[in-house]
């Protein structure tokens, strides 16, 4: 696993140790974007890409080097690494990440083509990622109690960063048409989830009104079913997450409306017009924004 130190906190190390101290006046650089002088077939990739998309793409957590200036002269090579774990909540658990690169272009040329073709069309630049990091592999060490405990690695297929949407596709070239089609979709779905709070709490009001009476509220007095009330079973399993919050009501719906057809939503929930209702509001709420479901 790397651990990278971070600017200030090299900054103190370096301080502390020989009496020096880094020079912050030194230009910004976009890391994320391809050099100027950079040439070969990755880097005319990822300009296209960008070009054609306003996306910066990425093949590695490692951004470049940094090379900083000390105030008495010399000069510190500071690595920029691509943090997946940072986000805009406070308070919640840490996770870490290891990122296994392609080996070749041909793999990269595939996923880029992937999500260039079937991910970014199906969403408004509103919820389009900063970038997108492909990946030949990509571990998840996870500390649910935010404790510096990590549990064992596992494989997972994508995280969804401030800095970066992080898509690890081993074998691109094997999946089938219905496979790439059930990624993009879950692709999308993360994309839209992970950004869904641009859209301002008033235009979810009507879908919120449904169920008003019994959010935050202790979920034993939730009326059973809950879809009775209006909530999905989402959540209502998933310990450590109160199901009956605005948030994930309507994260679960989200979901839910990704992981159906319409015709088998209304099949399942059939007998719960209220959830019915809901459904309609979240995709009314959702195509206004430019996100087309069900059609």
Sequence with gaps: MRYVIGLLLFACLWACSDDDYLNNDAGEVNFFAVPDDATGEEADLRRSFFNETGIYLIFSDTLGVREVPTLSGDVVEVPQILRLEWNMVSGTAVDSFVCHAYTDFQAK????????????????????????LLLDRLEQFEDPWGSGIFNDPVDITSH??????AVAIHDIGGMTTEELAELANSLVRELLLSRISVI?????????????????????NVPTPIQSVGFLETYYYDFGVAYNTHEYDLRAYVQEIFNQTEEEFRAAYAAYPIVISKMEEVVRVLQSYGVHIYE
């Design 109 to 132: 040329q595939a996923a880029a083509d992937f999500i260039r073709q079937q991910v970014v069309p199906n969403l408004p630049a509103t919820f389009h990622p900063y970038s997108f």
């Design 200 to 220: 301002p709490d008033e235009a979810w009001a009507d879908f919120y009104e449904y169920s008003e009476d019994y959010y935050d509220i202790n979920s034993y």
């Design 160 to 165: 969804s960063g401030m800095q970066a949407m």
